[in-house]
């Protein structure tokens, strides 16, 4: 059964302040999402990785995907309370049952 | 780009009762769609797949009797809540995917908020 789990499940943050969330996942697959949730709101896209190596960046946000070691990163840098919401990963199975599994998920809070 | 749209955005319904949540790409074929679940403050838990014109593939654990799944067109896949009871009060997300070589990737629709009271 895949897992996909991430880490921190809670991060409060400061203003100004770098944090990068991780994202594992037990079993192959070279496509990786990132979605951010707000309150009552469905998913938005972030980045779509798809290779071993992919680095992606929007802003203040960066996802990388290592593939080898099944590990996804998204780095925030100099954090807005804008930023305030809940990050996933998603792995898709498309080359193996052809669905896409959800990380456990991080809830980010910015303070001033 | 590609659009999911989900109906309705918020339903409240006396325990029961049926619900239909409806799923349609606006621009797109979606060869595939998806059904989520969302506790609050938890993750997505995908429920279960449909392909037109086949029978949804069911999650372990998902009833298939209670979350009736039909995906009757390219365009559309509706899930009902069947006898719904107030432990089925959640979040429903729906995902379609599709285009020439899948190249939309996964489309999320605005998601249901039901309240079976």
């Known amino acids: 059964e895949l897992k996909v789990e991430q880490n921190p499940l809670f991060l409060s943050m400061q203003e100004g302040k770098n944090y990068t969330i991780y994202c594992n996942y037990s079993t192959t697959s070279d496509r990786l999402y990132w979605y951010r949730q707000d309150p009552g709101k469905s998913l938005e896209s972030l980045f779509v990785?798809?290779?071993?190596?992919a680095v992606k960046q929007e802003g203040r946000l960066m996802a990388s995907l290592d593939t080898k070691a099944r590990l996804s990163t998204l780095h925030i840098t100099a954090a807005v309370h804008d930023l305030s919401a809940t990050y996933f990963c998603a792995v898709d199975m498309v080359y193996n049952t052809d669905k896409l599994i959800f990380g456990t998920g991080t809830r980010l809070q910015v303070f001033p | 780009g590609a659009v999911v749209s989900q109906h309705p955005s918020r339903v409240i319904c006396k325990s029961g009762t049926s619900v239909k949540i409806e799923c349609r790409s606006l621009d797109f074929q979606a060869t595939t769609m998806f059904w989520y679940r969302q506790f609050p403050k938890k993750s997505l838990m995908l429920m279960a797949t449909?392909?037109?014109?086949?029978?949804?593939?069911?999650e372990q654990g998902v009833e298939k009797d209670k979350f009736l799944i039909n995906h009757a067109s390219l365009t559309l896949s509706t899930l009902t809540v069947t006898s719904a009871h107030p432990e089925d009060s959640s979040f429903y997300i729906c995902?379609?995917?599709?285009?020439?070589?899948?190249?939309?990737?996964?489309?999320f629709g605005s998601g249901t908020r039901l309240t079976v009271v």
């Open positions: 449909s392909n037109e014109g086949s029978k949804a593939t069911y």
């Open positions: 995902s379609a995917r599709g285009g020439q070589g899948n190249r939309y990737g996964y489309t």
């Open positions: 990785l798809l290779s071993n190596g």
